[in-house]
């Protein structure tokens, strides 16, 4: 069950996917499911999460997703304590937001709902 607030999914750039999917299988067992040429999610990791490979939609770094019952209202929290909403999208399945914490950090929001 997802937890409002929590982390629910961590997203990794990916540049060459059959070499990527190749070390995290060998190195620590873990499996995949494809979502198209870009994009491939794995499981077995303790953490759920995937690697995008589309140059326009890739984060440079890892990015910390975290799970929202209800993305607006986590939105507005998410600016009242001085966060910055950077970026904004749906995908097959939900939506999400980023944002840059004070810190800097960019993480993102996403909802199924």
Not at 8 to 19: F, I, Q, T, W
Not at 45 to 52: E, I, L, R, S, T
Not at 79 to 97: D, L, M, V
């Amino acid at each position: 069950m997802r937890k409002s607030g929590c982390i629910d999914y961590v997203e990794l750039p990916g540049r060459n996917m059959e070499a990527v999917k190749h070390f995290y299988r060998a190195a620590f067992g873990w499996e995949f499911q494809s979502y198209g040429p870009d994009y491939v999610a794995f499981e077995n990791a303790g953490v759920d999460g995937g690697f995008q490979s589309d140059a326009q939609e890739a984060h440079p770094h890892p990015l910390v997703i975290v799970y929202a019952g209800d993305l607006d209202a986590m939105a507005a929290e998410v600016e009242a304590a001085g966060g910055r909403i950077t970026k904004r999208h749906e995908f097959p399945g939900g939506r999400r937001f980023h944002f840059r914490d004070p810190a800097g950090n960019i993480l993102a929001v996403w909802s199924d709902r």
